[in-house]
């Protein structure tokens, strides 16, 4: 922790110093990323995001369409109710996401059209113990 700027002392001189005993003390020698290319490449155009990106990417979040999380959200819903230890926990995965789908049919948000209708639940549970039987 670097201490206060004393009164007095123009505010450049004062940063001027602070860096020039921080160089002296060795402080910048072995900096994490020195003498690399800084991330993203010249050929790339500035992106005033590009923070919120990365770390976006980093963390595995995404800004998606409402229709478009939903159609992401049924995909699980399937493998979920696939990998499901009982029919009633498949029953359930699925009658959950048809209640979202059904929603969006009905009252549908701004952004592409979702382009699914409710899973059949009894097909699934169906496939379910076809999988679960061979798995046997």
């Given at each position: 922790m670097t201490e206060r700027k004393p009164p007095g002392i123009p505010f450049e001189s004062w940063v001027d110093?602070?860096?020039?005993?921080?160089?002296?003390?060795?402080?910048?020698?072995?900096?994490?990323g020195a003498g690399k290319p800084l991330p993203g490449g010249a050929d790339t155009s500035y992106d005033e995001l590009w923070w919120i990106?990365?770390?976006m990417a980093?963390?595995?979040?995404s800004v998606l369409p409402p229709t478009?999380?939903?159609?992401?959200e049924a995909e699980d819903a399937l493998a979920a109710a696939a990998k499901a230890p009982s029919e009633r926990i498949v029953r359930k995965i699925v009658e959950d996401?048809?209640?979202k789908i059904r929603e969006v049919m009905f009252k549908p948000p701004?952004?592409?059209?979702?382009?699914?209708?409710?899973y059949d639940v009894e097909d699934?549970?169906?496939q379910w113990r076809e999988?679960?039987?061979?798995a046997e």
């Open positions: 110093k602070q860096i020039r005993e921080a160089e002296a003390r060795g402080d910048f020698a072995h900096l994490t990106k990365r770390k980093r963390e595995g979040l478009l999380a939903l159609r992401k996401i048809n209640v701004p952004g592409p059209p979702l382009g699914l209708k409710p699934v549970v169906r999988r679960r039987a061979a």
